[in-house]
Structures are given as C-alpha cells and as structure tokens.
C-alpha cells in the first residue's frame, strides 16, 4: 500500500506538470455585427479533465457578445447576452465549479463565474 500511494503522489505531480496557459490575439477589434473566432493547438494529446478561460474584452455593451468554446462540433457556452448595457470583462473566469453563474453577476464582470 505504501508504495502506490507514493506512485499516485507522483503522477499527480507529473500531471500538474502539464497544466499550460495559453494566450490568444491580444488586441483584436471585435467587429460590428461580425465574429471574432480564434484557435488554440495543443501539442499533445492527453485527455481533458478541466478547463478554465480568463478572458479580459473591453466592450461597451457585454450583452451583444456571446462567447463560446467549440471542439469536434461541440460547442459550450460561456456566456451570452449578459451585462444589459454595462461595459467589459476584466480578469473574468469562467469555471464550472465556480459557485456564482455569470448570469447573476452584473459589468464590468470581474472575479470567477
């Protein structure tokens, strides 16, 4: 017994190895009445077992936004249509286990939803 709980000690250690950040298109203009999309390649494949996004979107009215996340034709919502006429996301996360919904939160939209 002693020797797997040091092997699980391990391997959770070299599976938080993995753990990465990625940064996409800083500064881009959202278009009127238009998309912005964006991608992210991994250089691996492992299985996903939690993600969390940190967005930061100036923007005078978050209700016309609506952000996503699509993979093999899957696509998950973040959010949509929320914030009425307030104005930005800054330092926002959106994390399944968070205990507050995006949706009861009011803009600027700031802390983990």
């Given at each position: 017994m002693k020797y797997v709980m040091i092997f699980v000690f391990i391997l959770l250690i070299t599976l938080n190895l993995f753990a990465e950040?990625?940064?996409?298109?800083?500064?881009?203009?959202?278009?009127?009445?238009?998309?912005?999309q964006d991608y992210l390649s991994f250089p691996w494949h492992y299985e996903v077992k939690d993600v969390n996004v940190?967005?930061?979107?100036?923007?005078p009215w978050t209700s016309d936004l609506d952000i996503t996340l699509?993979?093999?034709?899957?696509?998950?919502?973040?959010?949509?249509?929320?914030?009425?006429?307030?104005?930005?996301?800054?330092?926002?996360?959106?994390?399944?286990?968070?205990s507050n919904s995006i949706i009861t939160g009011t803009a600027p939209f700031t802390g983990t939803f």
């Amino acid at each position: 017994m002693k020797y797997v709980m040091i092997f699980v000690f391990i391997l959770l250690i070299t599976l938080n190895l993995f753990a990465e950040r990625m940064n996409i298109s800083p500064n881009d203009p959202i278009p009127d009445f238009g998309q912005l999309q964006d991608y992210l390649s991994f250089p691996w494949h492992y299985e996903v077992k939690d993600v969390n996004v940190k967005i930061n979107i100036t923007h005078p009215w978050t209700s016309d936004l609506d952000i996503t996340l699509t993979h093999d034709g899957v696509t998950v919502e973040l959010t949509s249509d929320n914030g009425s006429s307030g104005d930005n996301y800054t330092n926002t996360i959106f994390d399944a286990d968070a205990s507050n919904s995006i949706i009861t939160g009011t803009a600027p939209f700031t802390g983990t939803f």
